[in-house]
């Protein structure tokens, strides 16, 4: 029972801390920029929590598996509304979750190679200097890795059976061995994170930067109506493929 409790609390860590820094980006950009955020959330479904602040309403919601910040809406007469805002503005809105994963992912993972250090052949060349030279290589060998990965999306290599969702996840987040590597393991979900998100899907803060280029090359904004139908397809489409992800975790498991 204690063993559940503890990988429960792992997986509801991990998950949570990274939305909450995605979201955090989003948050925090659009107030710089002067946008009115309605709601501030961590998970979907049921408000288990709720505070309201000055104009934005916070709250932690029952299923710790996403989140969002929600804006002014684009038919709002409010100046502080999303769509109020310059295109420049919007897309930096966009950018600043997966930015934030990036970013932390590549920090993080930098100071956990640097304070683990490597096994010099000579321990006195085991320098703070030559520590953090050595980080730096492993991180953009790291770097390196992600984007052939990303690459294999592109060119058929990676197939959807290769792919791994929630379920997958979780299940490498409970077989994590001690805070290096699980620390590690939060820094790699993180950077896949934000990565995903800047594919031009639909539905994805990917989809809505090819939308706001869209906007920029045609100098005028798409219609409401079509927009909400490029992201209704898009999400059906992702829903689509997580449910087969996902049935593929559990089968593989099982």
Known sequence: MINFIVNALKIIFLLGFLIFIHEG???????LCKIKVKEFAIGFGKIIWQKQGNETKYTL?????????SMEGEDADDDRAFSKASVWKRMAIVLAGPIVNIVFGLVVY???VASIGI????????????RLTYSGKATGEFII????????????????????????ISE????????????NLMALISISLGITNLLPIPALDGGKILILII???????MKIETEAKIQMIGFSILLALSLIVTYNDIIRIL
């Open 25 to 31: 980006g989003h948050f925090c950009v659009a107030k």
């Open 61 to 69: 919601r029952l299923i710790p598996l996403g989140g969002f910040c």
């Open 110 to 112: 930098y100071i956990l």
């Open 119 to 130: 096994q010099f052949a000579n321990p006195a060349d085991d320098t703070v200097i030559n």
């Open 145 to 168: 890795a992600i984007l052939d990965s990303v690459k294999t999306l592109f060119t058929g290599g990676t197939s959807v059976d290769q792919m791994v969702g929630i379920v997958g």
């Open 172 to 183: 490498i987040v409970v077989k994590t061995a001690g805070i290096a590597n699980y620390i």
């Open 215 to 221: 906007e920029i090359i045609r100098r005028k904004q």
